[in-house]
């Protein structure tokens, strides 16, 4: 057993020393990416065993007789084994089938079709809101505040992002809609007829993200600015964008990146608390009905949708930040 498992660790050896780095790279985030899917795949299969309640009760109805509930279990396949259920979970999900609404009797593919866009556009215009927003910002304060100086500005700058940082996107949402839409009557809510519309929940879902990615990328600010290579430009007076240019923004950005998958997750996230406020067509008010109601297939397909977009988002994260510093191909070897 031994002497198999070191044949095998020479084999892998010697397949990886005859790649390139970027093939080791991309076959490692290949690799990687298919383990997780295969755990959300597991996963979001167990969620019928993990959310209580019975699917073919559920289903059948809470009058059914035993006959109607028993005709029910076998149509779902609740009478098979556990691994031929998930066999069968998994054949249904390669052919983009996650089965039948519960309540609606519409079908889980077609209920994505229809709002994950609108979700997707919502989280993808509050991280584009977060990046531009909270690079600039946190290499801003960090470049005020290096050494020691402009106290004020540090003390208004960490009150203020920790505020935001700790409040929820429920009450941040809340608050902006009565401010702008009912008091102001500024901008719309509950329609997407107006471009204008998405405005108060993109910033509502992207507040606390903002503020978080900010003092991370204000840290990081800090930190290289204090590096000795930073004092050697200076001492050779190199123009002080050519200093930020150059060094500084390559640093920050790989910073930014390496979270921002995770920022990206968080989005997702708050998107099915802001979407119920603003009455955004997305998946928000569908999961919370699926959840209230346990219509399973729908709380499965929402979630696996949920899960496999974050991790191509991530890999694809993973893969920009090898493109803007070539140094990750190395740690990640």
Not at 265 to 294: C, H, K, Y
Request: glycine residues 6%.
């Amino acid at each position: 057993m031994t002497l198999r498992n070191e044949s095998n660790s020479g084999i892998m050896a010697w397949l990886t020393g005859r790649l390139g780095p970027w093939p080791r790279f991309l076959l490692k985030r290949l690799v990687s990416l298919f383990v997780v899917l295969a755990m959300l795949l597991v996963l979001t299969f167990l969620l019928i065993y993990l959310v209580p309640g019975d699917p073919a009760v559920r289903k059948a109805g809470i009058d059914a007789s035993a006959e109607q509930i028993e005709f029910e279990r076998k149509a779902l396949g609740l009478d098979q084994p556990v691994h031929v259920q998930f066999i069968r979970y998994v054949q249904g999900v390669a052919r983009l089938d996650f089965g039948t609404s519960f309540i609606t009797k519409q079908a889980v593919t077609e209920i994505l079709q229809q709002r994950f866009p609108r979700t997707f556009q919502l989280a993808g215009t509050g991280l584009l809101i977060v990046m531009l927003v909270s690079v600039p910002l946190g290499i801003l304060v960090g470049a005020l505040t290096r050494e020691g100086r402009n106290r004020r500005l540090e003390v208004v700058f960490m009150s203020l992002t920790s505020t935001t940082s700790a409040m929820p996107e429920f009450l941040t949402a809340t608050f902006l809609a009565f401010i702008f839409a009912v008091t102001l009557n500024w901008l719309p809510v509950g329609t997407t007829q107006k471009s204008t519309a998405i405005i108060l929940p993109a910033i509502s879902v992207s507040l606390r993200p903002v503020a978080s990615l900010a003092r991370v990328v204000r840290l990081e600010t800090l930190n290289v600015l204090a590096q000795d290579y930073i004092r050697t430009a200076r001492s050779k007076r190199l123009p002080a964008y050519l200093i930020f240019m150059r060094h500084l923004l390559p640093n920050v950005l790989t910073a930014a990146l390496t979270i921002g998958g995770l920022v990206f997750a968080g989005l997702l996230g708050g998107t099915v608390i802001v979407e119920n406020v603003f009455a955004w067509p997305g998946l928000g008010q569908r999961v919370v009905d699926a959840v209230f109601n346990l219509d399973y297939p729908v709380i499965q397909g929402i979630v696996l949708y949920f899960g496999i977009t974050v991790v191509l988002i991530n890999t694809a994260v993973d893969i920009l930040l090898a493109l803007v510093d070539p140094r990750t191909l190395v740690l990640s070897e």
